[in-house]
């Protein structure tokens, strides 16, 4: 490229003559210079020292290396780690002793160390525990409450809040007190507006689950469910990550809302949440379109709370050590081999079965039945 350079061809034409940038051919011109060609390096290697000045001399890391498998075959404690190998050196009068942190990169450089590096698996897709959710073919809607705030002047506050998974179409009601019968009306009309998703998944609180003293008991808000053929999901106690969606957007409606401003009464808290609803809608506009589609709201308006309960609910549970789970008041052996792990109970109330999934989040493809049990859930009409 130089030589044709130098020869009188344009930059341009030797650069796409040779396949290159136009500032490549003028990089290496000005490299050559006014040089004999054959007096000019054309390696590609970066001016100055070839070697970091502040790199551990060879000797240095070569006794390090002794020093460590002389402790590893000869140590009564078998200690052979950067801490250990930096005290021998002291103990052994070295002049020259590297720090803890310099002897660890030594390790780690030469291939020598013992523990493995841990391994970080990929996260399991968004709804991984139901498979339509998973797969986009239905949506879920989660459901949670953010209680013990206080307006200024002791007036107490309770937020029921609802999002979806894909669509984040979002509803938040700040109330005086929220109740199993107000969170009810609640998703009644969100849903009248918006239309029934597949799944409304719940945590394990009385509002939602209902009592949990008598064995048996299906509350008002699981009961609407399965009025209106939502499959009501229920999560387990005490583990992080399934009610992870609605958890951000209690925190992201308590930053945008709550904190942000001083609200004087419920009636203004009302307002700015309405506000910060509607923004939010607005943005998730696209989001909303492209989410799985939702099912109008059937006529009447209310289930009958007389009618036998049809349908599916779900229980997600982490079992025993001896195999167990607990729900609806009654404990259910599941499979004895499969300790200490995530299941998820379906009770079909039409069949009167509970069929038990494994769960795990690292194959959340691979969901094998563990075991299926008899179970008939009794009649009882709705205190509604």
């Known amino acids: 490229m130089v030589a044709a350079v130098r020869q009188g061809m344009k930059i341009r034409a030797v650069a796409r003559n040779f396949h290159v940038s136009r500032p490549t051919v003028e990089r290496w011109v000005r490299h050559a210079k006014s040089k004999r060609l054959d007096r000019v390096d054309f390696s590609d290697r970066p001016r100055g020292c070839h070697h970091a000045a502040n ?19 000869r140590s009564a404690l078998g200690e052979c780690g950067a801490v250990a190998i930096h005290q021998e050196l002291e103990a052994q009068g070295e002049v020259t002793i590297p ?34 959710v998973a797969q986009a073919r239905a949506e879920l809607d989660t459901a949670d409450t953010i209680e013990d705030l206080v307006i200024e002047g002791g007036i107490p506050v309770t937020v029921l809040n609802v999002t979806s998974l894909w669509g984040g179409l ?10 199993s019968k107000i969170a009810a009306n609640r998703l009644i009309g969100h ?61 992201r ?36 379109e492209l989410a799985p589609s939702r099912r109008s709201f059937p006529a009447p308006a209310r289930p009958d709370p007389a009618a036998p309960l049809t349908g599916r609910i779900i229980f997600l549970r982490r079992t025993t050590e001896r195999g167990g789970v607990h729900f609806l008041g009654r404990d259910f052996a599941v499979d004895r081999h499969w300790a200490h792990r995530l299941v998820r ?34 009649h009882r009409s709705s205190n509604e």
């Open 55 to 73: 790199r551990t001399p060879q000797r240095v890391e070569t006794c390090v290396l002794d020093t460590r498998r002389e402790l590893r075959e």
């Open 99 to 132: 720090s803890v942190r310099t002897i660890g990169r030594i390790l780690a450089r030469r291939g020598v160390l013992d523990r493995r590096r841990r391994r970080r698996y990929p996260p399991p897709p968004a709804g991984w525990y139901l498979p339509d």
């Open 170 to 179: 979002a509803e938040s009601w700040p109330e005086a007190e929220i109740s």
């Open 191 to 251: 849903w009248q507006e918006f239309g029934l998703p597949g799944y409304a998944q719940f945590d394990n609180d009385t509002r939602f689950q209902g009592p949990h003293q008598f064995p048996d008991v299906i509350g008002r808000v699981t009961r609407l469910c399965l009025g209106l053929g939502v499959t009501p999901v229920f999560v387990p106690p005490r583990e992080m990550g399934f009610q992870a969606v609605i958890e951000n957007f209690n925190g």
């Open 253 to 288: 409606w308590q930053r945008a809302v709550w904190r942000r401003f001083h609200h004087r009464s419920l009636e203004e808290l009302q307002q700015r949440s309405a506000s910060f609803i509607l923004a939010l809608r607005k943005k998730n506009a696209p989001r909303m």
């Open 345 to 378: 109970c379906e009770v079909e109330l039409d069949e009167d079965l509970i069929r038990f999934f494994a769960l795990r989040r690292r194959e959340p493809q691979h969901q094998r039945l563990l075991h299926e049990v008899t179970y008939h859930l009794p």
